[in-house]
């Protein structure tokens, strides 16, 4: 944007994996003005251990997949992906690669969090110790009810479009949308 010789602030929103991208982006750029986390998580960890939480434990999940999400438990493997994934890729996943927790402590501008009530892949719970860990003063947090990881604009999408709005024209100013 800014080689094409755009000037206004840059907002970015990310969804999932893509709301931790938008906190890793904000954590390391000047660039970005504000920055809206929808479903973010922790670590992948933790996204694998609600996963695998929710499916062993869900009657409606195929014996093939739970035999799977068990043997993922067994110690090692996660030292055995990230082996597999260095010799395919050249690119070691150390632990400062695995969690978005230390990047939320450079994050000094506007964050809107949001977060589904029902999402057991990035809990609220999660959702909140982000919220709490961020130093920036100008912090919202949007809890949809009956929400969940992949249904929060579905869910409400009036809520979440005037929260959105609300919250850039707040931070960048009305000029900016």
């Known amino acids: 944007m800014r080689e094409h010789g755009q000037r206004a602030p840059v907002a970015v929103l990310g969804h999932s994996y893509g709301g931790v991208a938008a906190l ?9 003005a504000a920055t809206i986390s929808d479903g973010a998580f922790e670590s992948g960890a933790e996204v694998l251990e609600n996963l695998t939480r929710h499916y062993l434990h869900d009657p409606a999940t195929p014996l093939w997949a739970r035999s799977l999400l068990a043997i993922s438990k ?23 690669m695995t969690t978005v927790v230390p990047a939320l402590a450079r994050i000094h501008m506007p964050v809107l ?31 949809l009810p009956n929400a969940g990881h992949n249904t929060t604009y579905k869910t409400d999408p009036g809520k979440y479009e005037s929260t959105v709005l609300e919250f850039l024209t707040e931070t960048l100013g009305r000029t900016a949308l």
């Open 74 to 96: 067994c110690p090692g493997i996660q030292g055995a992906t990230r082996l597999v994934f260095y010799l395919r890729t050249g690119q070691y996943i150390g632990s400062e």
């Open 24 to 32: 890793y982006a904000a954590g390391q750029s000047n660039e970005i």
């Open 113 to 143: 969090f949001i977060s589904g009530e029902q999402d057991f892949i990035a809990p609220t719970e999660s959702a909140r110790r982000m919220f709490a860990a961020l130093p920036s003063k100008q912090k919202v947090f949007l809890l």
